[in-house]
């Protein structure tokens, strides 16, 4: 807005407020008197710029959006702990730490005989890959193995500045009150390691709700992850009776995504010295991607397409593949349209 309010621009219009009778050149005592104030005026206006858009939601930085979103009651969303599950030959004790790779786990909840729930004690997205072998931090006694085998509920990091705008921005067009769908959606995606959901009302009769729910990872909730915000929701036990978050009189289920297996063949012209061994890895991770990209706009719309131009265009920007023809999903050479509550999941390539 201030942006014509340049040293230059201010120096000039004072100077033209003194008479031409006097001396006004550069090295003169008027131009030396008024070039300092010149360079305070312009630094004023800049900061009265930095001032203008850090009043605005669409252009404050995280600190001064943060300020304005808690006028709303809102706060960007922080990291939360991965938890996952150790196997031992034995049953371990609450609080028994265990490392695996660069992450600690402490065991928080007995699943079944030798199963635990472990956290970590790291916050953030990053450990939500590791598995393997887990080694006691404290000697146990009887221990013989410990394997943390899968993920139950993913880490998340803390809330990006876009996405925290953007989540202000929803609740200006949308009003959450009362159990209605952007209720569900505002309380279910604010559940740890939820990435998404959709609402589906009265789906089995007057009272009831699906809520179908896709995890942080933009993958199939874990049964832990599921019971987890079934819990919180609309417990099973008294369901209905509003001992959860919903409101008295809405029978809640839970349900995740359903995988969908996506088979590709095509047939490639590759530059001369490569071939599809080469850069099987390059294009699987392609495919990955594109299919993470599909899942993660999966709550937004009403089913998924895998398009074969898609497909095909980012096969092209792969170093080594010249041309690629006769693409196929699922041996049919049509985009697939996948159901409204399924994701793609890449089964066999072949090239």
């Given at each position: 807005?201030?942006?014509?309010?340049?040293?230059?621009?201010?120096?000039?219009?004072?100077?033209?407020?003194?008479?031409?009778?006097?001396?006004?050149?550069?090295?003169?005592?008027?131009?030396?008197?008024l070039?300092?104030?010149?360079?305070?005026l312009?630094?004023?206006?800049?900061?009265?710029?930095?001032?203008?858009?850090?009043?605005?939601?669409d252009?404050?930085?995280?600190?001064?959006?943060?300020?304005r979103?808690?006028?709303r009651?809102?706060?960007?969303?922080?990291?939360?702990?991965?938890?996952?599950?150790?196997?031992?030959?034995?049953?371990?004790?609450?609080?028994?730490r265990?490392?695996?790779?660069?992450?600690?786990?402490?065991?928080?909840?007995?699943?079944?005989?030798?199963?635990?729930?472990?956290?970590?004690?790291?916050?953030?997205?990053?450990?939500?890959?590791?598995?393997?072998?887990?080694?006691?931090?404290?000697?146990i006694?009887?221990?013989?193995?410990?394997?943390?085998t899968?993920?139950?509920?993913?880490?998340?990091?803390?809330?990006?500045?876009?996405?925290?705008?953007?989540?202000?921005?929803?609740?200006?067009?949308?009003?959450?009150?009362?159990g209605?769908?952007?209720?569900?959606?505002?309380?279910?995606?604010?559940?740890?390691?939820?990435?998404?959901?959709?609402?589906?009302?009265?789906?089995?009769?007057?009272?009831?709700?699906?809520?179908?729910?896709?995890?942080?990872?933009?993958?199939?909730?874990?049964?832990?992850?599921?019971?987890?915000?079934?819990?919180?929701?609309?417990?099973?036990?008294?369901?209905?009776?509003?001992?959860?978050?919903?409101?008295?009189?809405?029978?809640?289920?839970?349900?995740?995504?359903?995988?969908?297996?996506?088979?590709?063949?095509?047939?490639?012209?590759?530059?001369?010295?490569?071939?599809?061994?080469?850069?099987?890895?390059?294009?699987?991770?392609?495919?990955?991607?594109?299919?993470?990209?599909?899942?993660?706009?999966?709550?937004?719309?009403?089913?998924?397409?895998?398009?074969?131009?898609?497909?095909?265009?980012?096969?092209?920007?792969?170093?080594?593949?010249?041309?690629?023809?006769?693409?196929?999903?699922?041996?049919?050479?049509?985009?697939?349209?996948?159901?409204?509550?399924?994701?793609p999941?890449?089964?066999t390539?072949?090239?």
């Amino acid at each position: 807005m201030y942006e014509a309010n340049t040293y230059e621009a201010i120096l000039a219009r004072m100077l033209d407020k003194i008479p031409d009778t006097l001396d006004k050149r550069e090295g003169s005592i008027i131009y030396d008197a008024l070039a300092p104030v010149a360079v305070e005026l312009t630094q004023a206006y800049i900061e009265m710029d930095v001032i203008l858009n850090e009043s605005f939601a669409d252009t404050a930085s995280r600190e001064y959006l943060i300020k304005r979103a808690a006028e709303r009651g809102l706060i960007p969303s922080p990291a939360t702990h991965t938890v996952a599950k150790g196997e031992f030959n034995i049953d371990v004790s609450a609080g028994d730490r265990f490392s695996c790779g660069d992450y600690n786990y402490a065991a928080t909840e007995k699943i079944s005989t030798g199963a635990w729930k472990l956290k970590c004690e790291t916050a953030g997205g990053t450990p939500n890959g590791n598995l393997g072998m887990l080694i006691p931090v404290d000697y146990i006694d009887g221990l013989e193995s410990a394997q943390l085998t899968e993920i139950l509920i993913p880490g998340e990091d803390e809330e990006e500045t876009e996405d925290f705008r953007a989540r202000y921005y929803a609740t200006l067009s949308t009003k959450s009150f009362g159990g209605n769908q952007a209720d569900y959606i505002e309380k279910v995606n604010a559940i740890s390691g939820v990435g998404g959901v959709k609402v589906y009302p009265i789906w089995n009769g007057g009272g009831t709700v699906k809520l179908v729910i896709i995890n942080s990872e933009f993958g199939k909730a874990s049964d832990t992850l599921i019971d987890t915000v079934q819990t919180i929701i609309d417990p099973i036990v008294n369901q209905g009776a509003g001992d959860g978050l919903a409101p008295i009189g809405h029978v809640v289920t839970v349900e995740t995504v359903t995988e969908t297996i996506i088979d590709i063949s095509f047939s490639v012209t590759y530059q001369e010295g490569y071939s599809f061994e080469d850069i099987e890895s390059y294009i699987t991770t392609m495919i990955d991607s594109y299919f993470l990209e599909l899942c993660k706009a999966w709550a937004d719309g009403d089913g998924l397409i895998v398009r074969i131009s898609q497909l095909e265009s980012k096969l092209l920007n792969i170093t080594g593949v010249l041309d690629v023809t006769g693409t196929t999903i699922n041996e049919a050479a049509s985009n697939l349209v996948l159901s409204t509550d399924a994701i793609p999941v890449r089964g066999t390539v072949v090239g």
